[in-house]
């Protein structure tokens, strides 16, 4: 819905939202989970590299952390973002076309919505989602999902 609104003029949309998706749960998926999603008309990737470190750079100095953390056996430096190469965007492409064609199962499916907003005439516009759940779970060294949520969902144990 957020990129109907670009379609219909505006220039910035945002929402931090609880999303419900008919997945099973592991240790770092939860089909319950909270994410921040944005787009932004007139705007390109190296845009939202240039956001994302100002959005980091924010949260890390209010929350009084080292911009080095931790998450198991690795160190995360979130200081430092990079472009994602080409081949990888491909590579992702590939396994939506794996996934219609009944392939790869863990593949996301095509998102119509934004092929019917480009058909409009939308705007060339940037986007991201950042999943909250996961993002703490990084934050905070924890490698179950289970760990940072207020209401873990429970499975029944026979």
Avoid at 61 to 81: A, M, N
Wanted: include cysteine; aromatic fraction near 14%; glycine fraction near 6%.
């Amino acid at each position: 819905y957020l990129k109907r609104c670009i379609v219909g003029g505006f220039e910035a949309v945002f929402e931090i939202n609880r999303c419900f998706r008919n997945e099973g749960m592991d240790a770092t998926h939860n089909p319950e989970f909270t994410s921040i999603e944005f787009y932004w008309a007139y705007k390109t990737y190296k845009d939202l590299i240039i956001l994302t470190k100002e959005y980091f750079e924010y949260l890390f100095e209010h929350l009084d952390l080292p911009t080095v953390l931790p998450y198991g056996e690795f160190k995360i430096d979130f200081t430092k973002f990079t472009e994602i190469p080409l081949i990888q965007s491909l590579t992702e492409i590939g396994q939506m076309a794996a996934k219609e064609s009944g392939g790869d199962d863990e593949a996301h499916e095509m998102d119509e919505d934004f092929v019917n907003a480009l058909s409009y005439g939308m705007a060339p516009t940037a986007g991201q989602g950042i999943g909250i759940d996961r993002l703490v779970m990084m934050l905070t060294n924890e490698h179950s999902i289970r760990d940072v949520l207020l209401f873990p969902l429970k499975r029944q144990t026979n």
